[in-house]
């Protein structure tokens, strides 16, 4: 049984006038239980060659657990973005810079996450913690 | 214009034999520019005494179509077992199904994900007396 953790901290002193310091952390564990994930692709780097979409992670590769799912742009141009699909259900779109950290169940064999570039020679970088 | 950042540490000493120790930061900005989102819904608490069943907790209507909201939502309660579904409203949308699993919350899981505003956000309950907190960075 492996540990892992992930610590989220939100931070603004002028959002609102009450400072945002929020910050939490959650240990990774199997679908309703206390043991650690143990499964893992490793961190990722992907360049996408044009703009088509393409599946990342593949619904029918993956029981249904609870996987976290963990995706960076590395873009440092603005403008450029990839958007995310869940069962071909656009999610959002992750701009430059912009991080995701979110569960998935891939309780299905079409519960796919597609990422689509919205130029060429973007790079992004994946992690998958599986629950196997 | 408001500097929000959001920052995410992912360590492990022991889930493969190199240690694992990711860092990222970024600056919430709105769509496509360096300008930052300068609205919030704060952080919110939301107890559900009964169990609930794709009930909405974001509605997409109250939010801007293509922008780059930030979604925060955390399960506050401590069981590993009780979970709250997390599902994106797609009826009439997609013709696989109405209702699209994205994944589940168990006691302390939390998720930080980029969300246009396009589809309602719904949460589904393992169980009753059940808490979360949730909080949307947004823009107009």
Redesign the interface.
Known sequence: M???????????????SDA?A?S?T??F?N????N???G?T??GRKKTGDTSQYILFDGDAYANG??KV?L?NTSST??E?FT?E??????????A?????????A??D??DIKIQPSAANMVLEY?L?IDE | MATTTASLTLSSSDLTSDSLSISATSTLYKAGTTIGLDQTTGLTKKVYATAQTNTVLVAASAYSDNGAHKLYIKNVGSSSTDAFSLEIDATGLNAACAVVPIGKLYGGDFLYLPWEGEYDIQITTTATDMELEYMIIYEA
């Open positions: 492996a540990t892992t953790t992930a610590t989220i901290t939100l931070t603004s002193g002028d959002l609102t945002l929020l939490t959650a240990t564990t679908a309703g239980g206390s650690g994930l143990v893992t490793g961190l609870a996987h963990y960076k603005a403008a973005y995310i869940i069962n071909s259900e656009q999610m959002g779109k992750l701009y810079g912009d991080w995701c950290l979110f569960p998935w169940e309780n299905a079409t519960n992690m913690f």
